[in-house]
């Protein structure tokens, strides 16, 4: 559970502009200590003040220990965690961070269809240099407003020559994801993130591919959130407490209030620090993170926006 993931007073060693509105920040340990091995598509939590707790996509080596990579878009109508890096962190910052957590696993393949848009490149770069490693043949198409702010362009140019489609809108448009996705291929997985249209569009389209051949993470919710519809008893089977969630408010939100520490972040069901185990009862699934295999499996959930299908669910908190 995230319950147990460790926290690391970590150094920004190195700041870059990567791209317009776009800067990478290479952390490590103070003292020169190992970081926690993670995977492609991995993010972590940089808790960057009271309130404000924000996630960011591994995208350098994973074989490297010793530092982990974010990439930061600066978003003028975000909710002030990229702009607080932006201005307030530079080489030689302290930060804390938490994690690492990932929702968005690259699976065994035949063949892999890479789709990006914009700071959505962050969780494939590693995916990329991991489907070559496993010699599997990939195809990445990478769109951006303009070329200037789509992040890493020379670098996957220089190091995929030909196999890296870039589109940028001011110049061709938006993506065609209808002519890409127009023909099912057996053996090949969809890996897209990206905007909210383009992962709506992109699921769209993959409508008609087999189940489980389109893998995506959002920075936002697909849908609302909102903790609508009946009430329902939730049992915290470690603290031993059963509690009544409300029309209108989450379990988050009741267990917090009892004064049970559960982690969060988001609150929106994006990027998976809640997710507590389901030991009993049915979850009703609104987040964006699990798998439908997973949703169907039942056993666990994300309780800042999920409810209950079951007048009782208990809970492994």
Known sequence: MPAGEPELDLVVARRAAVADGVITLDLR????????????GAHIDLLLGPGLIRQFSLCGDPADRGGWRIAVLREPAGRGGSAHVHDAVSAGSRVRARGPRNHFRLEPADRYL???GGIGITPIV??????DAAARP???TYGGRTAASMAFLAELEARYPGRVRIRPQDETGL??????LAQPEPGTLVYGCGPAPLLDALQACCAGWPAGALHAERFSPAASGAPSGPGFEIE???AGLTLTVPPGRSILDVVDAAGVPVLSSCTEGTCGTCETAVLAGVPEHRDSVLSPAERAAADTMMICVSRSLTPRLVLDI
């Open 29 to 40: 340990d103070p003292a020169g200590a190992a970081l926690p091995g993670w995977a492609p």
């Open 114 to 116: 890479f789709i990006a």
């Open 126 to 131: 590693p995916m990329l240099a991991a489907a």
């Open 138 to 140: 990939w195809t990445l």
């Open 175 to 180: 993506l065609d994801l209808p002519g890409l």
């Open 236 to 238: 915290l089977a470690r």
